[in-house]
T-cell receptor
Framework: ETGVTQTPRHLVMGMTNKKSLKCEQHLGHNAMYWYKQSAKKPLELMFVYSLEERVENNSVPSRFSPECPNSSHLFLHLHTLQPEDSALYLC?????????????FGPGTRLTVL | EDQVTQSPEALRLQEGESSSLNCSYTVSGLRGLFWYRQDPGKGPEFLFTLYSAGEEKEKERLKATLTKKESFLHITAPKPEDSATYLCAVQTSGTYKYIFGTGTRLKVLA
């Protein structure tokens, strides 16, 4: 595997379900990101982890819970979601958070909340 | 407030018809400007980084330029495989976050 991978690629869940999104980066980077992409809206930064420590939380509802067990893996735990949470969730990584290093994106997880 | 605006929202070109996409920004200070290409159902793919006014970068049929207020992505003699959404993002001097525009959806017709 190369680059940034995400699983699953598609997810359909009910409002009462609990699910998790997984991201893995094979680039040796130290920073990882979760973004939300909704139709006709700019990418919205949700969370940033630098060296496994959360450094940014952009006022994201508590029904989204991130986890970064090591610098290569990032999870987004989902529970009690709303239909408006349906979107493409993108993971990205960069060499460092506090730099102008390029962010590289995974393919995304298309989430549908019924 | 820091802001990034891309235009046009959508663009249809005939194969071989050159054109430019615009990314204008209003930020307190610029660390870098990034261009990405995104195909349907996929994540953004990195194209270019520009750091200072006057800088230019080229890759195949694409050329990115930067001024103090905007960036252009010039597409020369496009092909159908250039069809995608092109995203622009800026990183401001006050923060390390990327601020994205809403993108330009490009369709190149054979």
């Amino acid at each position: 595997e190369t680059g940034v991978t995400q699983t699953p690629r598609h997810l359909v869940m009910g409002m009462t379900n609990k699910k998790s999104l997984k991201c893995e980066q094979h680039l040796g980077h130290n920073a990882m990101y979760w973004y939300k992409q909704s139709a006709k809206k700019p990418l919205e930064l949700m969370f940033v982890y630098s060296l496994e420590e959360r450094v940014e939380n952009n006022s994201v509802p508590s029904r989204f819970s991130p986890e970064c067990p090591n610098s290569s893996h990032l999870f987004l735990h989902l529970h009690t979601l709303q239909p408006e949470d349906s979107a493409l969730y993108l993971c990205a990584s960069s060499q460092a958070w506090t730099s102008t290093d390029t962010q590289y994106f995974g393919p995304g997880t298309r989430l549908t909340v019924l | 407030e820091d802001q990034v605006t891309q235009s046009p929202e959508a663009l249809r070109l005939q194969e071989g018809e050159s054109s430019s996409l615009n990314c204008s920004y209003t930020v307190s200070g610029l660390r870098g400007l990034f261009w990405y290409r995104q195909d349907p159902g996929k994540g953004p793919e990195f194209l270019f980084t520009l750091y200072s006014a006057g800088e230019e970068k080229e890759k195949e049929r694409l050329k990115a330029t930067l001024t103090k207020k905007e960036s252009f992505l010039h597409i020369t003699a496009p092909k159908p495989e250039d069809s995608a959404t092109y995203l622009c993002a800026v990183q401001t001097s006050g923060t390390y976050k990327y601020i994205f525009g809403t993108g330009t959806r490009l369709k190149v017709l054979a």
